[in-house]
Structures are given as structure tokens and as C-alpha cells.
């Protein structure tokens, strides 16, 4: 195949690897948010559900998995993307996205347990 | 690296649509997709103890979002992760070597299966909508 589709000698081996498995989360934690969100909640979505949701600790459980799969990948797509635009300071890109990543997933953690 | 090798992938010319412009569509969905993430963080804030307030700063933001305007913008936003989440799950196939050989065929089956999972979402949001 033609590489012009990888990422993979854009990024690290492992973090290539961990873009794919991310997205594979992703599919099953998306699919499962659209379909509580917009089928099932497409009936009547009301801040009571919401809130009737988020208490239970396997939604809790669920939510943070998403969210540290939703970070991670969308985070490491846009590392790749920068690296592709030939940047050399790779340590500095790498260090300000993982402090993105560290506040992102303190943030959407706070929120998931200050609802 | 000179810069007109590194925006390799935003270039059009001589690319396949299977190819180096599913790609580059795949790069700025992904884009769009991290946006809204954020966005989605700065409403979700308005759910802040909710539970002993009622939530009534969400309810209001709910009455504003549950518009024609937002509706219609919602489902471009599932266009844009249906095509990203099927151009991606022939990505990550791709990877492991399968389906390289019948690219094109492949690439046409993916964007028709999220094509229509896309219509259906969009028929059940929309319907939900004007029967609210």
C-alpha cells in the first residue's frame, strides 16, 4: 500500500500503534454516546436523564475511558499533523500537547464528578 | 523539510480519491472533530453542579441548541464523524494489510456504509425534532 494514507513515519512506532487502537475504542465509545444521546435520547433528552446517567459509576467508568481515548487520539492526529508541516522543535510541540492532554483529562474528569 | 514537501498532504493534484484526498478529508474532519471536542468541554461546564441547582443554566442552553440553526449543524457535525469514523475504520484495516489490494472498492464500501449510517442518525435527530 502507499504510505501516503499512515501516519507511521510521522510519529513513534508506539504511539502509531496507540492512534489505532484508540480508534478502534473510539468506535465502540462514539457509537454508544450517539446512540444514548440521539436514539435513545432523541425521545426526551432532559438535563434529569443527564444527571440520572452520570451517577451511575459504570457511565462514570465509561465516560473517562472515552475520555482518555478521544484525548489521546485527537491529540496524537494533530502531533501528526504538525510534524508532517516539517516543525523541528518536536520536544516543545510534544510537551505543550501533552500539557493540553494532562488538562483536558483533569478538566473532563471534574466535570464528570462536579455534575 | 522544505515546506512544499511537508503539506504533501494537503495537495490535490495527482491524488485518487481512495487515496491522498480521503486522507487529506481524513486530517481536517479530525481536525473539526478536536474543535468541537473543546466546544462540547465549554458546554458541558454549563452542567456544573447541576445536581443540586436543577441544571437550569443546561436547560436554557438546551432551549437555544434545540433550533433549526443548531439542528442543521449538528448534522453536518455527524457528516463530518461519520465520514472521519468510516474513512478511519478503512484506515486501521488498511493497516493490517487488508483491503489494500481493492482500494478503490473498498474506500466505496466504507463511505456507503457511513453515508448511510449518517442519513439514519439524521432522519432520527430530525424526526425527533419536529415532533418535540
Known amino acids: 500500500m502507499t ?9 513513534a512506532p508506539i504511539a502509531w500503534l496507540l492512534q489505532l487502537i484508540t480508534a478502534i475504542f473510539m468506535v465502540f465509545f462514539l457509537g454508544v454516546h450517539l446512540w444514548i444521546m440521539h436514539v435513545e435520547g432523541s425521545i426526551e433528552l432532559t438535563v434529569q436523564a443527564i444527571l440520572q446517567r452520570i451517577q451511575n459509576p459504570w457511565w462514570k467508568a465509561f465516560y ?24 523541528k522543535r518536536k520536544s516543545l510541540i510534544n510537551g505543550i500537547l501533552w500539557v493540553i492532554a494532562i488538562i483536558s483529562i483533569i478538566y473532563g474528569i471534574y466535570l464528570l464528578y462536579s455534575i | 523539510m522544505p515546506l512544499k514537501d511537508s503539506l504533501y498532504w494537503i495537495k490535490l493534484k495527482g491524488k485518487h480519491l481512495s487515496d491522498g484526498i480521503a486522507f487529506l478529508f481524513h486530517r481536517l474532519t479530525g481536525l473539526v472533530i478536536l474543535l468541537y471536542l473543546y466546544i462540547h468541554f465549554a458546554a458541558l461546564s454549563q452542567l456544573i453542579g447541576a445536581q443540586s441547582t436543577g441544571g437550569s443554566n443546561f436547560k436554557n442552553f438546551l ?15 455527524f457528516l463530518v464523524i461519520f465520514y472521519h469514523g468510516a474513512n478511519g475504520i478503512r484506515l486501521v484495516i488498511n493497516e493490517f494489510g487488508i483491503g489494500t489490494k481493492k482500494r478503490q472498492l473498498f474506500f466505496w464500501i466504507m463511505m456507503a456504509l457511513g453515508i448511510i449510517g449518517w442519513i439514519l442518525l439524521s432522519y432520527v435527530v430530525v424526526n425527533a425534532f419536529l415532533h418535540s
Open chain 1, 3 to 11: 504510505n501516503q494514507e499512515s501516519i507511521k513515519g510521522s510519529i
Open chain 1, 64 to 87: 473517562i475511558g472515552f475520555l482518555l481515548a478521544v484525548v489521546y487520539h485527537g491529540l496524537n492526529g494533530l502531533r501528526g499533523i504538525i510534524f508532517d508541516l516539517g516543525i
Open chain 2, 63 to 77: 432551549k437555544t441548541v434545540e433550533s433549526p440553526p443548531f439542528v442543521a449543524l449538528d448534522i453536518l457535525l
